[in-house]
């Protein structure tokens, strides 16, 4: 039990103690304190992963978790106004009399603001977007007020014999080439495609669920050829044995394949490295090594892949879908090294992690495709919120598309097409079309995926704007 004191016994004292301390700012802190008081440099650190600059720098990602402290690079001395507040009131430990403002300042080269003070304008005449720089103090303070504040740019001298350079043709402040503009423009018209892929197949989809689903290499070959002239782009295939039966013999697999090919050259043909239930790790990939696509599928996590009643939950085939580390990281390198395009396929925020930390060696080459599966049971079932957190954090320069299964399908697919993803359909994943009545063919479903992205303003790609587009080396 405390005791208890009354004042009358005490002894009071009134008055002010002061207690001077200084504090370390930390090992990146202190990096960017003293190159911003010593070289009148502002340095960030950038992510390798995802290439996202920090200002004010930081240890770590904050989107893949990536170490990021000793990867510095320097940043712009200028750049606008994205937010802004008026101080009206005054208070000691101000660094101004009132009123003054406090503005979020991105910089050239960074994608993160820092907040600092805006001087040399009045707060009625600073407007969201204003173009400002860094004006640094005339000796050193040994923290941010190493610079002073920042003021609005002032305009550069354009001589006689310059040329003016408008706002539109400056990147990083400084004027373009005409290959950089073409290339800025030739991106800003691919915005505007979509790829759309017809998975013809599956491992599990059969012809009593829905006749055109093909077994035999020249059924694959005429879906693939239909799929095309509807508007697809793209095809994935698992191949089959004429029962129907999946397989990852090498022969069958490369006859269907070329099969596509003869029939229709400009199609992409991707394979899947799933194969079947059952197959090893070898047999998965050595088929893809052995055909050498142009794209494959890298599937992410070991999960639960099976087969259960929707209505009542009874399990009818129950299966463990292995991808390890090791497997993820193997049949990740064996594809770069053979020059076929890893499409990674993603089931949850697990795998997508999966993929960042494997991706950490080095070895994915830009740009990067991702896939978002819904709907199996054993991943997610789709859902718009998780979409976006999945939209949100693949590296912002990178590709994804979507598929559902069954019912789940379109909403996916026209979710991702809104969003500037990529649209997957085919008897694979569902063998309606959205009326409820079985498709006609994966062809079908293609034709509404193109009547989906028309209504939402886009085209769709052919495949050699969607090699441009995923970074593939036509073959």
């Given at each position: 039990?405390?005791?208890e004191y009354?004042k009358?016994?005490c ?7 002061a207690l001077?301390y200084?504090?370390f ?5 202190s990096?960017?304190?003293t190159?911003?008081?010593d070289?009148?440099?502002i ?6 992963v995802c290439?996202k600059?920090?200002l004010?720098?930081?240890?770590t990602c904050e989107?893949?978790l990536?170490d990021?402290r ?5 940043v ?14 005054d208070d000691k430990?101000?660094p101004?009399?009132?009123p003054f ?14 907040v600092?003070?805006?001087d040399g304008?009045s707060p ?6 204003m ?9 050193p303070?040994?923290?941010?007020l190493?610079?002073a ?6 305009p550069e001298?354009v001589y006689?014999?310059?040329?003016k350079?408008s706002?539109?043709?400056?990147e990083g402040?400084?004027?373009i080439s005409?290959e950089?503009k073409l290339?800025q ?5 691919m915005?505007?495609?979509?790829i ?5 197949s ?6 009593n669920?829905n006749q055109?689903v093909?077994?035999?290499?020249q ?5 693939s050829?239909?799929?095309?002239k509807a508007g697809?782009a793209m ?6 044995e004429d029962?129907?039966?999946?397989t ?6 490369k006859?269907?394949h ?11 043909v991707?394979?899947s490295?799933?194969v079947g239930?059952g197959k090893?790790?070898?047999?998965r990939i050595s088929q893809?090594l052995?055909?050498k696509?142009e794209i494959?599928s ?6 639960n892949?099976?087969i259960?009643?929707?209505k009542?939950?009874?399990v ?13 990281q193997?049949?990740?390198?064996a ?5 076929i ?6 089931y949850?925020?697990g795998g997508l992690?999966n ?5 950490k060696?080095?070895?994915?080459t830009k740009?990067?495709?991702?896939n978002?599966?819904w709907?199996v049971?054993?991943?997610?079932e789709f859902r ?7 939209k949100h954090a693949?590296?912002?320069d990178a590709?994804?598309t ?5 019912t789940?399908?379109f909403?996916?697919?026209t979710?991702?097409?809104m ?8 008897l694979?994943d569902?063998i309606?079309i959205?009326t409820g009545?079985?498709?006609k063919?994966s062809?079908?479903q ?6 989906i992205?028309?209504i939402?303003?886009?085209?769709p790609a ?5 090699r441009?587009i995923?970074?593939i080396?036509k073959q």
């Amino acid at each position: 039990m405390a005791l208890e004191y009354d004042k009358k016994d005490c002894f009071i004292v009134e008055g002010k103690l002061a207690l001077p301390y200084s504090y370390f700012a930390g090992r990146v802190g202190s990096t960017f304190i003293t190159t911003l008081r010593d070289k009148k440099k502002i340095m960030g650190v950038k992510c390798p992963v995802c290439n996202k600059v920090y200002l004010p720098p930081r240890q770590t990602c904050e989107r893949d978790l990536t170490d990021i402290r000793d990867n510095w690079v320097e940043v712009q001395p200028a750049g606008e106004v994205i937010n802004f507040t008026v101080v009206r009131y005054d208070d000691k430990y101000l660094p101004r009399k009132a009123p003054f403002v406090m503005a979020l300042i991105k910089l050239d080269g960074a994608d993160t603001p820092i907040v600092h003070i805006l001087d040399g304008v009045s707060p009625e005449e600073v407007v969201i977007g204003m173009k400002v720089e860094a004006v640094f103090s005339s000796s050193p303070t040994n923290n941010i007020l190493d610079i002073a504040h920042f003021a609005p740019k002032k305009p550069e001298k354009v001589y006689v014999s310059q040329r003016k350079v408008s706002a539109k043709e400056k990147e990083g402040g400084q004027p373009i080439s005409d290959e950089q503009k073409l290339k800025q423009e030739r991106r800003k018209e691919m915005s505007k495609k979509v790829i759309i892929t017809a998975a013809l197949s599956g491992a599990a989809t059969m012809k009593n669920q829905n006749q055109a689903v093909p077994y035999t290499p020249q059924e694959f070959a005429e879906e693939s050829y239909k799929c095309y002239k509807a508007g697809a782009a793209m095809i994935h295939v698992h191949a089959r044995e004429d029962n129907g039966m999946p397989t990852h013999d090498h022969k069958r697999i490369k006859d269907t394949h070329d099969a596509i090919k003869e029939k229709c050259p400009e199609l992409i043909v991707n394979l899947s490295s799933a194969v079947g239930m059952g197959k090893t790790p070898e047999q998965r990939i050595s088929q893809i090594l052995y055909v050498k696509p142009e794209i494959a599928s890298l599937n992410t996590n070991t999960m639960n892949f099976s087969i259960v009643d929707r209505k009542t939950g009874k399990v009818f085939i129950d299966f463990i879908f292995e991808n390890t580390f090791t497997m993820l990281q193997d049949f990740g390198k064996a594809m770069e090294e053979n020059n076929i395009k890893p499409e990674v396929e993603v089931y949850d925020l697990g795998g997508l992690d999966n993929w960042f930390l494997i991706a950490k060696q080095g070895f994915f080459t830009k740009p990067y495709n991702f896939n978002f599966v819904w709907g199996v049971a054993g991943g997610m079932e789709f859902r718009p919120d998780m979409f976006m957190v999945m939209k949100h954090a693949v590296p912002e320069d990178a590709n994804f598309t979507t598929c559902g299964v069954g019912t789940e399908q379109f909403p996916a697919v026209t979710l991702s097409c809104m969003v500037g993803g990529h649209m997957r359909v085919g008897l694979e994943d569902n063998i309606r079309i959205p009326t409820g009545e079985l498709a006609k063919g994966s062809y079908e479903q293609v034709e509404w995926a193109v009547k989906i992205a028309q209504i939402l303003g886009k085209e769709p790609a052919t495949p050699d704007e969607a090699r441009e587009i995923m970074g593939i080396k036509k073959q």
